[in-house]
């Protein structure tokens, strides 16, 4: 079994001149030598390999069959799978089978897998190039950029949708079966499939291969590294430095935070790739960009789950108003792809600190964003108060977050152990069995964490080493404990470091360590007045009913905003709110009787709104991986008794207006934000999207349209956000070829963002096919369309601003 960092390390492909004399490297332990046991995790990975057995491989084969010129023995699955992004599911689904094989030993996943690569070799043999891919008419695309002719934008490229980002889960997928199930098919594939790419983009300049960089690409600078580290070739290590996003990389090697507005999972795969390069590379400054991404994103615009960005995108690291507020809250996409560059950081240098994030996210993300009854995977986790989640079906809803979570839930055990010559670090508390082959050794770790405060680990076999057991920083100093063999081990270490036990380890050699947890308060990054509360590893939350007699549907149809839980928000005064002078919220918290963990709520939580249904006193708080088909509160709000009255106030009004909006809004459109737009089936000629004071815009010197769903055609206003200062900007608004304003701006609002309501004449309704408005915004000669700021369809309310003169915008 390959190792997922090879140790390879050929003189032809690093500049770091490593010898036989050096210190041993840190190295994780191949999945295949760790098993879990039963816990929370085991029961995760049981249900995603059910999961994954029961979607169709012949449909998630089609895409890449078609392209081929080949028949394919099912149709594409729908949603993402027949709508642009065709094939990327099939990528992830060799790594999630490469995976499951490796952590499991599932003999059905291996004959899965077999299938899969076999299919696929016929696709790649048809095509005759080495190229392998299922976008649709893709072919014709990259003949273009090989001459030349780049289209980019934040999401497509030559008009396709995200091609790079999709034909990256390919790469990956070919890689991991390699890495992971010793497949040498697949090794060749991948060898064959990255020739074809390094060759399209060899005869381009470098500025041209930065322009298709402007489209998200996934992590391809990481899958080149890695090639050049398997086969010890240089030049693929050279295509991964041109496939490196500059205009991101640069900012990052001068430790400038630039994030705040980007489209967060769109960098991180990048930032990986960074890493990659700089290790193989010995590049230091490569290196430590990666290192300050993390901590910028870990340290700054992280929630308290694990999870970072809101509708996909950095929001200011300053104001997490917008994560209290969307319903659209940290994806999960983005934690999976901080998980891979914590443990490479790792791997380099063994601080704690990324275990405590690894461990933090991994309970209270990655865990949380699967049904423990369906296998049923989470795009959103939305932080709004008593707002919920939506899951996938085996057979509907292929979203990223699909993809990425059928890998999630077969990794648990790559972090567990990680071993350094003969020293064995134990780095998270998860059940499970180690066979150490170089040590003839094996060590089980038995536990019931988070609901018991004891980890035991026996030995089988004999030998010497040094046994490194993190003290976890949920630990207060000097309480941690262990025995050996039932004798006290005298603990000298403080929290967040690794206690070492060095001895002649004799076979059944016990060690028992308690870790006592107790319940803290986390504020928001911003220092705003919202706290979750964690025990231990995990974060605590409580399952709400607000609304008496609601039915909600937890579990998304293909609709492309299937994966939006896009039910009513509740009124945040339905929120209960940490009401105390002191912020020692949890002064008092009492465990409920029972095995596993339950809280009352603390007495300074209090239920202050009228319209909540439940008490205070009927909270429950629970590990957060624990809550399922419900609404639920991750995040409360504190004031202090004097100023409660006049915080519930502004929080009403504002609440209000808010929600009188959502109510009245039939559909919208975040001009420039990625997924929106491609929910919404953006199209352009001459079109280019931005950030400008925090607020995503899109303008085209020709035109773009999106189309809107109107299915009850109740529309009776289009609500448009423009900027002050634009001027020169004269276009046409049209609806389903109506037109409904001539629009001109001159610059005469001043700073600031201001909004205009335009009628929709009963006309558009005539041209209307399924309940669709293609809304599209035309140039005229010599001038800009935009830019805009925000769409908003809207059906009849009070909230409408007075109509605004259609001339003047």
Not at 697 to 711: G, I, T, V
Request: some cysteine; glycine content about 8%; aromatic content about 10%.
């Amino acid at each position: 079994m390959k190792r997922i960092l090879l140790s390879l390390a050929l003189a032809s492909i690093t500049l770091t001149g490593c010898s036989n004399e050096e210190s041993p490297s840190l190295e994780t332990f191949p999945l295949s030598e760790v098993r879990l046991l039963d816990s929370p995790f085991k029961h995760a990975q049981d249900k995603n390999i059910e999961y994954i057995l029961a979607m169709n491989p012949d449909r998630l084969l089609a895409p890449y069959l078609k392209d081929a010129g080949l028949e394919p023995k099912a149709d594409n699955y729908g949603n993402w799978e027949n709508s642009g992004l065709d094939g990327h599911i099939g990528g992830h689904y060799l790594t999630a089978l490469s995976l499951a094989w490796a952590a499991t030993g599932n003999q059905e996943i291996k004959q899965r897998l077999d299938y899969m690569l076999d299919e696929l070799k016929r696709a790649q043999d048809k095509n005759g190039n080495g190229y392998l891919g299922g976008i649709p008419a893709g072919k014709a695309m990259w003949q273009e950029l090989a001459q030349g002719n780049i289209r980019s934008d934040l999401f497509t490229l030559n008009e396709k949708w995200v091609p790079l980002y999709n034909i990256h889960k390919i790469y990956a997928g070919l890689r991991d079966a390699y890495l992971y199930a010793d497949s040498q098919q697949a090794l060749a594939m991948l060898v064959a499939l990255s020739d074809w790419g390094a060759l399209l983009v060899e005869s381009l300049t470098d500025e041209q291969v930065q322009q298709i960089l402007k489209s998200e690409h996934g992590g391809l600078n990481e899958i080149y590294a890695d090639v050049a580290e398997i086969t010890g070739e240089q030049r693929y290590l050279t295509v991964a430095k041109r496939l490196s996003h500059r205009t991101i990389l640069e900012p990052l090697k001068q430790q400038q935070d630039a994030l705040t507005g980007l489209h967060a999972n769109t960098q991180i795969p990048k930032v990986i790739g960074y890493k990659r390069v700089g290790d193989l590379a010995g590049d230091k400054q490569w290196q430590d960009a990666a290192a300050y991404f993390w901590n910028q994103v870990v340290e700054h615009r992280t929630v308290a789950i694990g999870g970072n960005s809101v509708r996909e995108h950095f929001h200011p690291a300053d104001d997490f108003a917008p994560m209290i507020e969307d319903v659209e809250g940290p994806e999960t996409c983005n934690t999976y792809n901080m998980l891979k560059l914590t443990r490479m950081l790792y791997l380099s240098e063994p601080d704690t600190r990324y275990v405590h994030y690894y461990e933090r996210a991994l309970y209270n993300h990655i865990l949380s964003s699967q049904n423990p009854d369906t296998g049923g995977l989470v795009y959103f986790t939305p932080m709004r108060p008593n707002h919920y989640r939506m899951y996938s079906q085996p057979q509907a809803a292929m979203w990223c977050c699909v993809g990425s979570g059928i890998e999630n839930h077969s990794k648990y055990g790559e972090m567990i152990y990680a071993h350094r010559g003969d020293e064995l670090f134990v780095n998270l508390f998860i059940p499970s069995t180690l066979d150490w082959k170089e040590k003839g050794l094996q060590i089980s770790q038995k536990n019931h964490i988070p609901d018991t405060e004891r980890t035991v680990l026996t030995v089988t076999g004999s030998g010497d080493f040094s046994l490194k057991l993190r003290y976890p920083v949920w630990v207060k100093e000097g309480l941690l404990s262990l025995t050996v063999n039932g004798e006290v081990f005298s603990v000298e270490q403080a929290p967040g470091s690794y206690i070492t036990i060095e001895r002649h380890w004799k076979d059944g050699d016990r060690v028992e360590v308690h870790l006592p947890m107790h319940p803290q308060a986390e504020q928001l990054p911003d220092q705003s007045d919202y706290y979750a509360l964690t025990y231990g590893p995990v974060v605590l939350a409580a399952k709400t009913d607000p609304i008496s007699g609601e039915q909600l549907d937890y579990f998304s149809d293909d609709s492309r905003m299937g994966h939006v839980a896009s039910g009513p928000m509740c009124p945040q005064e339905m929120t209960p709110t940490f009401i105390s002078d002191d912020r020692d919220f949890v002064r008092g918290l009492q465990r409920l009787p029972g095995d596993e963990l339950r809280f009352a709520a603390p007495a300074s939580l209090k239920v202050v709104g009228t319209q909540t249904v439940s008490s205070d006193s009927d909270l429950e708080l629970i590990p957060f991986h624990r809550v399922h088909e419900s609404r639920y509160t991750v995040y409360w709000p504190h004031t202090t008794k004097r100023k409660l009255a006049e915080k519930q106030k502004q929080r009403e009004a504002k609440d209000r207006a808010q929600l009188a909006l959502a109510q009245q809004t039939i559909d919208k459109v975040a001009p420039g934000e990625q997924q929106p737009e491609a929910d919404h089936f953006f199209a352009g000629v001459g079109s280019e999207a931005g950030v400008h004071r925090g607020r995503h815009w899109r303008h085209a010197s020709d035109w773009f349209s999106y189309q809107l769903k109107d299915p009850g055609n109740e529309a009776q206003t289009l609500r448009i956000t423009y900027y002050g200062l634009d001027s020169n900007r004269r276009f046409h608004i049209l609806a389903n070829g109506v037109e409904i304003a001539e629009v001109s701006l001159d610059g005469s609002h001043g700073d600031d963002f201001f909004e205009v309501d335009y009628p929709v004449p009963e006309a558009v309704f005539k041209q209307s096919r399924d309940g669709v408005i293609e809304l599209k915004f035309v140039a005229e000669k010599n001038a800009v369309a935009g830019a805009i700021y925000g769409v908003r369809l809207l059906r009849e309310g009070e909230n409408n601003l007075e109509s605004a003169d259609t001339h003047s915008g």
